[in-house]
């Protein structure tokens, strides 16, 4: 009669091995794949806003205001001028009716004129065209689309500021050059950094930490999940971030969140997600960083 055997493989008492955990959301992301996609939309401000054209209006108005808080609520010395002070233009702050505590500095009625300003992802312009030219003297172009770069080439702006250098590459390889002259009083990150892994809008920051004036901003401004992990955006190849992971990737960057905003006056029936906005200065030495 032969010998029965144990088979240890199915036994009772034994647990079956986890399943392996998904990869992060933002290791799908592909710069080529990122540019496949924009370069089959066409250079339009619909293009732009994935076909919401309507929102272009209010999102420009909020981010001037939004500078505008910035630069009146959390002042540091004041920014250097490539123009004589008699001849520096200057921009009208925006009315914020809502805001008592910017209210309590009447005596900035109108704000100097940025030297330098970069529109980081610029598209064909809209930001540039609608609302730096406003408040910058200069507004450099970092886009990686030679269309949507030639676009806002052709761009005639709506304020005093004119465009400066345009730079057709991805904001994963851009690298600011960090000579006096080229140095940015204001640096304009809005949606698309969800085209970047972590790690490179770490290594952007950090590149960005070292053009950006001592007076100077970045300003962070991109869609954010309602709750839950990151979510990946197979149409376009991007990852949408909460709130959370943002504010951990600003720290590992070397930044402090000065002002955070949620963005409000979208029409409701389109359903979009929350827009959130980011003021942000570099650390130094473990010091408040709102002046």
Not at 4 to 13: I, M, R, S, V
Not at 51 to 80: E, N, W
Not at 184 to 203: E, K, M, P, R, S
């Amino acid at each position: 009669m032969p010998t029965p055997t144990l088979n240890l493989t199915h036994h009772p008492h034994q647990q079956c091995p986890p399943p392996p955990e998904p990869p992060p959301p933002d290791s799908l992301i592909s710069p080529a794949k990122s540019l496949t996609y924009w370069r089959s939309i066409p250079p339009t401000i619909s293009g732009m806003l994935g076909g919401y054209p309507q929102i272009s209006r209010t999102d420009l108005q909020h981010s001037q205001t939004f500078l505008a808080k910035l630069r009146r609520l959390h002042p540091l010395p004041p920014l250097p001028s490539s123009s004589s002070p008699k001849n520096t233009p200057s921009v009208k702050s925006p009315p914020t009716t809502k805001d008592k505590s910017a209210e309590s500095h009447p005596k900035v009625a109108e704000l100097p004129m940025l030297r330098r300003g970069v529109d980081c992802g610029a598209g064909i312009g809209r930001v540039t065209v609608g609302f730096l030219s406003k408040v910058c003297e200069v507004v450099d172009i970092v886009e990686p689309v030679q269309a949507f770069a030639d676009e806002t080439r052709r761009a005639r702006c709506q304020g005093a500021g004119k465009v400066g250098e345009v730079y057709v590459c991805g904001l994963e390889t851009w690298s600011p050059s960090s000579s006096s002259s080229q140095t940015y009083d204001l640096v304009w990150i809005q949606w698309c950094l969800g085209h970047l892994t972590d790690a490179g809008v770490v290594a952007l920051l950090v590149r960005v930490g070292k053009v950006v004036a001592e007076a100077g901003w970045v300003v962070v401004k991109e869609n954010v999940v309602r709750e839950g992990p990151d979510l990946w955006d197979e149409g376009d190849g991007s990852v949408m971030r909460g709130v959370g992971s943002w504010r951990e990737l600003f720290a590992r960057a070397g930044f402090g969140i000065v002002r955070e905003e949620v963005v409000k006056g979208f029409p409701g029936k389109l359903g979009l997600f929350p827009v959130w906005v980011w003021g942000l200065r570099v650390k130094s030495g473990g010091e408040r960083v709102d002046g």
